[in-house]
């Protein structure tokens, strides 16, 4: 009898934390959306610009002047690699929510097995 | 109060218990949203701020002006050039623009943000709407549930 119990408890000690899991990488990824969306329209900013339009990218606290095709292209750079992140944090996310609903079918079954 | 006909069926279905749930997840995203907007509106407010400080430069004849240094102290200054900004178009990038071009950059961030904000609105509108929805079925649950109380008791 204190087996399944002792198994219960591991489980849902295993549930919460997957809980917990799931919520921190929603967490990333709504910043990284917010990321995404600042960047794009920086981008637009630059497609309205031309060579000549001075830029100057802050570095901590001093502003250092840019040439407008390496600005462009670095935020072009950064939005791929924000969009990667996206796609990396969302698999992790249906990852860790199939072994959610894997744990909880478990926990389920237990929990039947226990009041029998 | 009419909503959809298989919105009501389904909240009709569901236990009260369930209801209190879902009225109190409605709660949750009618306050997130509600915080959404109000960042909106101060982002919005601080654009302004930027288009009329521009105006008001470009209006001034002097170009005597005080530098702040800090909230509480000032520096008497001049400007030299009153038609060439350093915008910050985000994400640490800063242009040098015309007084024009600046006040067009901070024009088209306000006018997103109206729109981002009637978006919002009208989510707000539907999410209210709802919750009252969800508040007319679970008051008639509680008075079919109390009023079968009643007439059980009055049986035993």
Redesign the interface.
């Known amino acids: 009898m204190s087996d399944p119990k002792k198994q219960f408890e591991e489980l849902s000690l295993a549930f919460n934390e997957q809980q917990q899991n799931v919520n921190e990488y929603i967490a990333v990824r709504s910043k990284l959306e917010t990321q995404f969306q600042e960047n794009k329209i920086v981008l637009t900013e630059f497609e309205n610009l031309n060579d000549e339009s001075k830029i100057y990218k802050l570095t901590g606290p001093i502003l250092i002047p840019q040439e407008y095709a390496e600005a462009k292209l670095n935020v072009s750079k950064r939005i791929e690699f924000i969009q990667d992140e996206i796609k990396r944090v969302e698999t992790k996310i249906t990852e860790e929510e199939k072994a959610m609903e894997a744990t909880r079918d478990k926990l389920l079954a237990l929990r039947a097995q226990i009041e029998q | 109060m009419s909503a959809t006909p298989s919105n009501k069926v389904d909240l009709a279905s569901l236990a009260p218990q369930q209801l209190v749930e879902f009225r109190k997840s409605i709660d949750q995203e009618i306050n997130h949203f509600t915080q959404s907007l109000q960042a909106l509106q101060t982002a919005q407010s601080k654009l302004k701020d930027c288009i009329t400080s521009v105006d008001n430069l470009e209006k001034s004849k002097t170009e005597n002006l005080l530098v702040p240094l800090t909230s509480s102290l000032y520096l008497p200054g001049k400007s030299i050039k009153k038609n060439e900004y350093?915008v910050d178009?985000?994400?640490?990038?800063?242009?040098?623009?015309s007084a024009n071009d600046a006040k067009k950059?901070y024009d088209y961030?306000v006018k997103?943000l109206d729109e981002d904000s009637k978006k919002l609105k009208e989510i707000l509108v539907q999410k209210n709407e709802l919750l009252n929805t969800v508040n007319l079925v679970l008051r008639k649950k509680m008075i079919e549930i109390e009023s079968q109380q009643q007439s059980q008791g009055q049986k035993v």
């Open positions: 350093l178009i985000g994400t640490g990038y800063f242009v040098e623009k950059v961030k997103r």
